[in-house]
């Protein structure tokens, strides 16, 4: 393949280019902002499954003691019942006294007890209640976090994106100045390679660092100016300049 000397100096200016790119790629990709959001955002998720479980719990609990609050106002009710039969005089038989006067002894008892339960109930309530404002106020911490460090990653996106699109409109200005066919040469090599070109300094490739033998270097010196010369090591296109000393 043959190009004009001046067409292949501009493949070093658009491996400069592309370098950039890749740099600005490579920068997007490993931002700080976008490990710390995804490890607030598991925080966050599994602060989410916790708050859940902690309001079933609180949930369950309020409904427990709702109902246990009703058992002891029903025990209250039936109590109050008896005492004022037995108040009132109505009952005569010594029989059915005494059997009133146990049965409201029970009451009482039963009573008691479940006051009791009630308050275990409201006292595990508590304990509930706490975990839930305690596992929420974590969460919503951390979903303020995760906002700012989006802010922060969306900042960077917009430079790093604005930095790109400045250096891609410099690149496409360059790919002008090169042949379709040294151009498409090129383009496969960075695909397969990350560089595409690179320069011939002295003796040595700056593509792969690699000094090439006395042999290439004469036939290199024997090319034409216009001969596009490949790397014998890593294939990349070696483009000769006055740094090249032939």
Do not use: W
Not at 92 to 98: F, G, I, M, N, T
Not at 99 to 113: F, H, M, T
Not at 179 to 194: I, T
């Amino acid at each position: 393949m043959k190009a004009a000397p001046a067409a292949q100096k501009r493949l070093l200016d658009l491996a400069e280019l592309d370098s950039v790119i890749d740099r600005l790629a490579h920068r997007r990709r490993t931002l700080p902002e976008l490990a710390e959001i995804d490890e607030i955002s598991a925080r966050v998720a599994r602060l989410a499954t916790q708050a859940i479980a902690a309001e079933t719990e609180a949930g369950d609990l309020a409904r427990e003691q709702t109902k246990a609050e009703a058992d002891v106002d029903s025990v209250r009710v039936r109590a109050e019942r008896d005492q004022k039969r037995l108040d009132s005089g109505q009952v005569s038989s010594p029989k059915d006294l005494a059997s009133l006067q146990s049965e409201i002894v029970s009451l009482n008892r039963r009573q008691g007890d479940l006051e009791e339960v009630v308050l275990e109930i409201m006292e595990r309530r508590e304990t509930a209640d706490a975990r839930v404002a305690t596992v929420v106020a974590e969460r919503d911490r951390l979903a303020a976090v995760r906002d700012a460090a989006e802010d922060r990653r969306d900042a960077a996106f917009a430079e790093i994106d604005k930095e790109g699109a400045e250096v891609k409109g410099r690149r496409s200005d360059v790919v002008t100045d090169i042949p379709a066919d040294l151009l498409a040469l090129y383009e496969k090599l960075r695909e397969q390679f990350g560089v595409g070109a690179a320069m011939l300094q002295g003796a040595r490739c700056l593509g792969c660092r690699t000094s090439l033998s006395i042999a290439e270097i004469n036939r290199i010196k024997a090319a034409s100016h216009d001969e596009v010369i490949r790397c014998d090591e890593c294939r990349r296109i070696l483009v000769r300049t006055p740094e090249s000393g032939l």
